[in-house]
């Protein structure tokens, strides 16, 4: 999830480059601009650390099967 998140987040500062260039419009039921904001907080999501050092071991400690 780590390596996903960092080539998202390049990804969407790359979407927000050219929201800024060329304006937001209207995709689907959304703008380009609420989409923007719905990705971020997906990939937000995707941060291991998002609840803290602890936070991500007590997520650990849950885990009963090991591949």
């Known amino acids: 999830n780590w390596d996903e ?5 390049t990804f969407l500062s790359e979407l927000e480059a050219r929201l800024a260039s060329e304006g937001d ?3 689907g039921d959304r703008s380009l601009s609420q989409w923007i904001e719905w990705a971020r907080q997906r ?7 998002n609840a803290g050092a ?14």
């Open 5 to 9: 998140r960092a080539k998202l987040n």
């Open 25 to 27: 419009a209207d995709v």
């Open 43 to 49: 990939i937000r999501e995707l941060d291991p650390l």
């Open 54 to 67: 602890s936070g991500m071991f007590v997520s650990l400690s849950k885990v009963t099967q090991w591949a």
